[in-house]
């Protein structure tokens, strides 16, 4: 035991003390901070504006053209051709030319343009057109535009889920997808990182041979954990270093510029007893209601109405579990052969569950109490990253214990089978190894 | 207890490939045991037998009389014949490491590590990187490392490969040292001129059985091949007359004052006695000395079943292989 913790420490402190260790750690954050920061300067940074000239030969629809922020419209009466020559002449971005016929024929609407077309404002021309067109035709069936205003209703259901213990939480399906498939992609990403840094340590070891130095001295079963643990602790490291020094970050640009992150949380309004308001007052409160209902409002209610104990917990559950399913194949693959081109063969089993999972994790989802969910999240190689898609829609306590059971037992089970493969790999030179050595060396016994 | 190391009817076999069959080795305390063989046939293994890095399928592992088991791993040390370090890793830090696998205090690990990298002037190499050190300045390293936790028995996997002269005599000068303190050394090399310059006790395996065992003079004086080599004067007859019919001249050469010295071989059915008795009538003698073969040629005559000299061309190519090993 002793002297597994002295191998985890020099695995651990050799790779801490690299430079690329200390460099990735600090760019990791900064490249996260911009990913946060960055959108918000870029949509609060005007783009160029799109002008464009319209050439309404109807008179019918000049008027309705109201600029945007992008777009800006100006009307020139004058026929398509000295517009568009107008338009060489670098006046103008665009020419919107609406002929006579065409609220007849649509068709014939033409947008003329010498650069490529900013499809933002091809969209919102062709909005603008199709309202126009349709009061019109209503107007021609002689329906009022504004009985059809006044029929015109917003839905928005909220979903609220009855927890067992008689508590209602409002479900917010789309913030839980963002955080879910963040959190699978992480973990992704981790295994895979980590897993090969195992797989080159072992590598390393064997081809520069010390290793049979150092299994003279320990098992080497103490060896690969030592290995595994170690590099997992750095993984570790790496994650709570980057989530701190991302908060920081984030932190202190929204602290700086306040008026850049605007998101003010609302007070909850629960409409309790809306049979017992009278119109009046039903009508105040769902104003209310709807004004809570901006994307930004409901994301920090949804945000704050995630059980973070749970999400981390897990996160760091599910990482290390799924880390150490795979290290310890990793390790295994990193034992049995001589030089990095010949792991191609062995990598695929352990890459195709992992592509698998992230690409059936939309499936998920969709239906996140579903059959395919709870199987997928319950089978060892691909529950770390269904898992953690699942659980920021709730997941049952019996499906969750479930996974992290299997999970564990999934992982002493690659270990068990790894540690066979490594004892006799890591002493073997010269010899291309095929899956069939592999299954020989497992079935060996002492 | 005589010996520090015994195993008893050994047997390992990898998949189709019988690695070692019923072997049985006896090291003796304080010496220096030559473990011998081609390639090939079993000697790493049973070497990874001892340090308990494999196990073996069938047999007997005694160590100090006592079943050998994990706390002996400390009292043993191991300097394999395919050996490397970390390479990024700092010379004094790498090797304090290796010490705490052997269960040695970092405090006295560093003590006696400065004295040993002082002894073979590796102390300015202590904070540089292993790979800036040229090859032989790593074997040393390992030398140390080997040593440092100062093992009952040490085993030594052509310790010599990669040195040059001067270092090779220092690590032989060391090992002897070590050897006179009192530890067991298990020695295995294809250099025979070096088996018989350390060895006390030889055990030689070849195609997975040992074939010969036991001390190094003794199987010599086993293995004599009835080569004498006669210094003879005032010769009354021509040498052939003389020595007819009990032995036959193999090289012949004139030296200063009349005196001729001869290599013969004894023919079947006659000894040494006969010989000097046949000469004694027409000849004085100088000299009458043994030639005891050279471990070399046991080496050859054990394996092949034939003497270097009897070799035919092609056969004489394994020859090499072996001396060059």
Not at chain 1, 63 to 69: I, P, Q
Not at chain 2, 168 to 182: F, H, T, W, Y
Not at chain 2, 200 to 205: K, S
Not at chain 2, 274 to 295: N, R, V, Y
Request: net charge neutral; with cysteine; hydrophobic share 45%.
């Amino acid at each position: 035991m002793n002297k597994t913790f002295t191998i985890i420490k020099r695995e651990y402190l050799s790779r801490v003390r690299k430079k690329s260790f200390i460099v990735m750690t600090i760019l990791g954050p900064l490249l996260m901070a911009a990913l946060l920061i960055v959108p918000v300067f870029i949509a609060r940074m005007s783009d160029s504006v799109y002008e464009v000239a319209i050439v309404d030969d109807t008179r019918l629809f000049h008027t309705e053209f109201v600029d945007a922020n992008n777009v800006k419209f100006t009307d020139i009466n004058i026929d398509v051709d000295s517009a568009i020559e107008l338009m060489k002449a670098n006046k103008f971005d665009a020419v919107l030319h609406i002929p006579t016929t065409a609220f007849q024929a649509p068709s014939t609407l033409r947008l003329f343009s010498e650069k490529a077309i900013n499809m933002n404002a091809k969209l919102y021309i062709e909005n603008i057109l199709r309202n126009e067109f349709e009061l019109m035709k209503l107007a021609h069936a002689g329906i009022d535009p504004e009985v059809l205003k006044a029929t015109e209703t917003k839905i928005s259901i909220t979903a609220i889920r009855l927890l067992r213990d008689g508590h209602e939480q409002t479900d917010y399906p789309e913030v839980s997808m963002g955080l879910g498939i963040f959190g699978g992609i992480l973990i992704y990403f981790f295994v895979f990182l980590f897993g090969a840094q195992v797989m080159r340590g072992v590598m390393e070891e064997k081809s520069n041979r010390i290793v049979e130095i150092i299994v003279s001295s320990v098992k080497p079963f103490q060896l690969m954990m030592g290995k595994i643990v170690g590099i997992a602790m750095v993984g570790l490291t790496q994650f709570l270093i980057w989530i701190f020094l991302t908060f920081a970050i984030v932190g202190t640009v929204s602290a700086a510029m306040p008026d850049v992150f605007r998101f003010t949380p609302q007070q909850n309004i629960y409409i309790s007893s809306a049979q017992s308001l009278n119109p009046a007052e039903l009508q105040q409160q769902m104003q209310q209601v709807e004004q809570q209902n901006t994307p930004a409002g409901q994301i920090m209610e949804a945000l704050g109405a995630i059980n973070y104990k749970v999400m981390i917990l897990s996160f760091i559950f599910f990482f290390l579990g799924g880390y150490l399913l795979y290290a310890a194949l990793f390790a295994a693959i990193g034992s049995a052969v001589d030089n990095e081109a010949d792991t191609q063969q062995f990598m695929l089993p352990i890459t195709i569950p992992m592509i698998f999972s992230i690409v059936m994790a939309q499936m998920v989802m969709n239906n996140p109490a579903g059959p395919v969910a709870f199987w997928l999240s319950i089978i060892p190689f691909t529950s770390p990253i269904i898992m953690m898609v699942r659980i920021p829609f709730g997941v049952p306590w019996f499906d969750l214990w479930l996974s992290v059971i299997l999970l564990i037992l999934g992982f002493l089970a690659t270990t068990w089978l790894a540690a066979k493969i490594y004892r006799t790999g890591i002493l073997m030179y010269g010899k291309k190894v095929s899956y069939k050595d592999l299954w020989k060396w497992v079935r060996r016994a002492g | 207890m005589k010996y520090i190391f015994q195993a008893e009817n050994i047997y390992k076999q990898y998949e189709k490939h019988q690695a070692l069959t019923d072997v049985s080795v006896m090291v003796p305390r304080h010496g220096i045991f030559g473990l011998l063989g081609p390639n090939g046939a079993g000697k790493t293994t049973l070497i990874r037998i001892i340090n308990q890095i494999i196990s073996p399928d069938q047999g007997k592992l005694l160590f100090n009389g006592e079943k050998l088991n994990a706390k002996h791993i400390a009292q043993i040390g191991y300097l394999p014949e395919e050996r490397g370090l970390y390479k990024k890793m700092k010379v004094g830090e790498q090797a304090l490491y290796l010490a705490q696998l052997k269960n040695v205090d970092t405090k006295a690990a560093r003590k006696s590590l400065k004295e040993w990298f002082e002894k073979f002037d590796l102390l300015p190499w202590w904070d540089r990187k292993v790979e800036e050190l040229s090859k032989g300045m790593q074997q040393k390293v390992q030398f140390i490392i080997t040593i440092l936790h100062k093992p009952e028995l040490l085993i030594f996997d052509e310790p010599f490969s990669g040195f040059d002269p001067i270092n090779v005599n220092l690590l032989k000068s060391e090992i002897l040292k070590l050897r006179d303190q009192g530890t067991s050394i298990i020695f295995s090399t294809h250099n025979m001129s070096s088996v018989e310059e350390l060895c006390d006790h030889i055990a030689l395996i070849n195609k997975s059985e040992k074939i010969l065992d036991g001390n190094l003079e003794e199987i010599k004086k086993a293995h004599s091949n009835r080569i004498f080599t006669l210094e003879i004067g005032d010769l009354q007859k021509s040498m052939e007359e003389i020595l007819s019919p009990v032995a036959h001249i193999l090289s012949y050469e004139n030296s200063k004052d009349g005196i001729v010295k001869t290599k013969v071989r004894i023919d079947e059915g006659y000894n040494a006695n006969d010989l000097i008795k046949h000469i004694l009538p027409s000849a004085q003698f100088h000299g009458f000395q043994e030639e005891l073969p050279s471990m070399n040629d046991i080496f050859i005559k054990t394996v092949t079943g034939k003497y270097p000299q009897e070799l035919e061309k092609e056969d004489l190519k394994l020859h090499m292989d072996i001396d060059t090993q």
